[in-house]
Every structure is written in structure tokens, then in C-alpha cells.
């Protein structure tokens, strides 16, 4: 296992490398992302450098890669600090309030962390605290006998319906009254050349809470599927 595996898995049995030069240990990976993470929820993933994260404890950003790598490897660290799931609702005796339960959880972390809906799922940091989200996804098919062939669309339709509404949510969050005043005149203004998009009822009348709606919406027509679902 190398190096940077080694962090990613340090709280699950992995023996945290340690600094090969120099005093053993002068700062704790954890505050270093800790820290990271605070900067990247504040301003984004593009104010996250090692030199602005060093910063924060008063060193270069040389000093700071004995204790995470590079950059990219920085960043995976951080998307799987701030992956790591809440305690779940108790489990519940169907399947759509199980994927609902699943579903809110996760969309609430990237509501935290808006900057984690950025990251390429190329990009999956194969950390324990993300793998753990796929690991109880997949005890609910199992608990309550999802067909195996529709699991893996299934996976892919409720991570991907949860990372869009979050982001919708997150873009939501940063409108002004003016930005609103303009999406509604150019709604307004939708030529008559598309009379079926224009009739096209909002999922609920407050368009904050869209997000949301869209995304429970979304998980009970899945769940109608799955169920319908030849075995």
C-alpha cells in the first residue's frame, strides 16, 4: 500500500506514513484537512492550494507535502474527509423510505460541502468514507431483494440525481433578488414555438425548495421501477 493509500485508509487499520525528514510529527493530518476543507466551503475548490493551506499554519507549501503529497492527491484526501456519512435514519421496512433515507443523507453532505459535487467521478478518492456510502447503498438492494441486473443502472440513476439537485440547490443558494427577476422574464418570454415546455408544472411552487422536491420525486419513481422490476 502506498503512501497516499496509507492516509486515506489511516482510520481504518493503514499505519499513517510519517514524515521522513526532519522532526516526526509537527502537524496532524487531520487539522491539515480539516483546515482545507474550511477554505474550500468558504471559497471553493479554487481558492484549495497547498501553499494557502500551509499558510494556515504558518508553513511553506514544501512543508506540507510529507504530510499529504501533491496536490491532487490533497484533494482526494479532503473529498473523502468531507464524504464521511452521518448516522443513516433508522432503518425502515420498505424500500422507498430506505433510498429516501439514503438519498437526503448524502444530498445534505454535498449541501455542506458544495465543492465535492465538483469533483470528477473520475476522481473518486477510493477512501473508506466514500466507499462506506456505496457499501450501504448496495445492503439495501440486497435487504430488500433488488434484482441484481438493475442494480448497477439504479446506483448510477441515484448518484447522479443527488449530485445534479445538490448542485441546482447549491447554484440556488447564490441567486440575488435581480438574478431572479431575470430568470423569470426570460421564462416569461419563451416563444409560443414550444407550447409543451411553457405548460410544464413546477414540482412545487416555492422554486427554492425545487431542488429537493425534485430529488424525492425522483428516488420514489426509481423505487416504483425497481420494484416493478422483473426478479
Given at each position: 500500500?502506498?503512501?497516499?493509500l496509507?492516509?486515506l485508509?489511516?482510520?481504518r ?7 521522513r525528514?526532519?522532526p516526526?510529527q509537527q502537524?496532524d493530518?487531520?487539522?491539515i484537512?480539516?483546515?482545507a ?6 471559497s471553493?475548490l479554487e ?7 500551509a499558510?494556515r ?6 512543508a506540507l507535502?510529507p504530510?499529504v503529497g501533491?496536490k491532487e492527491?490533497?484533494l482526494a484526501l479532503?473529498q473523502?474527509q468531507a464524504s464521511a ?6 432503518p425502515r ?13 448524502l ?6 460541502h458544495?465543492?465535492?459535487?465538483e469533483r ?8 473508506p468514507n466514500?466507499q ?5 447503498l ?5 435487504r ?6 438493475s442494480?448497477?443502472?439504479?446506483v448510477t ?5 443527488v449530485r445534479?439537485?445538490?448542485q441546482t ?10 438574478d431572479l427577476?431575470?430568470w ?5 418570454a419563451?416563444p409560443?414555438?414550444?407550447p ?6 413546477p414540482?412545487t411552487?416555492?422554486w427554492r ?7 424525492l420525486a ?10 416493478a422490476?422483473?426478479?
Amino acid at each position: 500500500m502506498d503512501d497516499h493509500l496509507k492516509r486515506l485508509w489511516r482510520h481504518r487499520g493503514a499505519t499513517l506514513p510519517t514524515p521522513r525528514r526532519g522532526p516526526k510529527q509537527q502537524l496532524d493530518l487531520d487539522e491539515i484537512l480539516a483546515a482545507a476543507i474550511t477554505l474550500a466551503d468558504a471559497s471553493g475548490l479554487e481558492a484549495v492550494s497547498t501553499r494557502a493551506v500551509a499558510g494556515r499554519f504558518g508553513r511553506t507549501a514544501m512543508a506540507l507535502y510529507p504530510y499529504v503529497g501533491t496536490k491532487e492527491n490533497l484533494l482526494a484526501l479532503m473529498q473523502d474527509q468531507a464524504s464521511a456519512m452521518p448516522a443513516l435514519p433508522a432503518p425502515r421496512d420498505h424500500l422507498a423510505g430506505a433510498l429516501t433515507g439514503w438519498a437526503t443523507a448524502l444530498y445534505e453532505v454535498y449541501l455542506a460541502h458544495p465543492w465535492l459535487t465538483e469533483r470528477p467521478w473520475s476522481q473518486a478518492s477510493q477512501g473508506p468514507n466514500e466507499q462506506d456510502w456505496m457499501e450501504a447503498l448496495l445492503a439495501i438492494f440486497e435487504r430488500f431483494t433488488v434484482p441484481p441486473g438493475s442494480r448497477p443502472p439504479a446506483v448510477t440513476m441515484l448518484y447522479a440525481t443527488v449530485r445534479a439537485t445538490a448542485q441546482t440547490a447549491a447554484a440556488y443558494s447564490r441567486l440575488t433578488a435581480a438574478d431572479l427577476e431575470t430568470w423569470r422574464a426570460q421564462a416569461a418570454a419563451m416563444p409560443d414555438a414550444y407550447p409543451l415546455s411553457a405548460a410544464l408544472m413546477p414540482i412545487t411552487p416555492h422554486w427554492r425548495d425545487a431542488p429537493r422536491a425534485g430529488l424525492l420525486a425522483a428516488v420514489a419513481l426509481l423505487t416504483a421501477g425497481l420494484e416493478a422490476a422483473p426478479g
